[in-house]
């Protein structure tokens, strides 16, 4: 690291530890960072702004109807008998997946059920999008990128299925919101229906990976599935 | 839980976050609009949307950059919303005295000048880093930039302020 190296660095951020080396053998840097950090103390200072007191603004009722539950599921009312049977199901699971039998689409689209049932505040009705850095950060560039010019995302968040990093994104459609799921390595053959009790879907595979999109039953939703398909570009 | 119990839950969620955050909002709405009236105004509708999308922070441990986030589109969609309307400088300039009022020292006021006088490219990666204490790459991320762009501004925002101070 050079002089210029150095001072651009400190300059940026007068708290640089970087370049440790060349400040031990240059004064005249050594003497440039004090200079900025006793400049960044006065800008810190002249920043504390008097602030006036707070005055709430009125706030309207938020109607927990306009949050779209899915339907409940049925609920083990004894937990041993829930941590025999999941202890069973998992052991089952195990040996399914090490003898190469755990194969089944059907299984793919059960955990998106399921995940939708553990995000149930995602599935709000509003009209406010997302900001792009929220949308960034659920669907990093690494994974895919996403043209949000098509629809209205309400929420998008970076989650799991099947241990692989999945961007969960919701936008909205006619009938309510509509789950949109990037599985950038979730490889599947053909399109795999979704049916839950008040919502429908489907897995469509596209390129190395795959998508589900669920929405209301009354959504039309091959409209917004061709929407969706062209709005994405994988990156993996 | 019922209902009322969970709007009361919702209600005391979002007054602990506002308590917490309230000042830095300001603050931060201050140096983006540099206009004390309408710093007030662009927080007072920043609450209102956050209120209503409270349900999305999914974290309280992330809601300061939520709540900055909402606040930096709050005084976008302000300007906006103004950006056909004419701008009195004479008035602007008050408005901007009247923010700055209260330094208690001169060369605190000329500080506080310079900052104001600072391009807006410069003056909020200054702001998110010095008063909020983000990261260049945090900054980077909120502002939608890449990293070594925010190195740049940061840069050059104290370069300008070192000259215009020692110009004073």
Redesign the interface.
Known sequence: MNCEEYR??T????AFEGGASHAAVCGECRAYQR??LA??A???????????E????E????E?GT?AVLPARKRWLNPMLFAVAATVVLATSISLRVSGVFQSYGSLAEEVLAHMDHEP?AL?V?D?P?????L??AVPAKFAIFDRNASLIT?A?PCKIRGKDVPHLIIQGQHGPVTILLMPEEKIAEAMPIDGTNVKGVILPVGDGSIAIVGDREEQLESIQKNVVNSVTWTT | MT?SS??GE??RR?DKL?AVF??DM??YA??LCRD?AIA?DVV??A???A??????L?DDDAAKPWLL?IVR?ENARYFERRRLETVDIDDLSASQAA?L???PNE??DD??AA?FELDDDYREP??L???MGYS?SEIA??M?LKQGA???R??RA??K??DS?ETQ
């Open positions: 651009e660095a300059a940026a951020n007068p200079e900025m400049l960044n006065k800008i810190a200072k002249a920043m504390q702004l008097d602030v006036p707070l005055k709430m603004p706030l309207p009722e938020i927990t949050v505040a709000r509003t406010e997302i900001s792009d850095t929220r960034a950060r929420y968040q | 209902s969970k709007e919702r209600r979002y506002v309230y000042q300001y603050r201050a140096w004390k007030e007072q509708e609450l209102l949307r209120w209503k999308s409270l349900d999305a999914r986030t589109r923010l009022a209260g330094a060369e605190l500080m506080r900052i200054l702001v880093q010095v008063l260049t991320e909120m939608g925010v190195l740049t940061l840069h104290r370069h302020l070192k101070m």
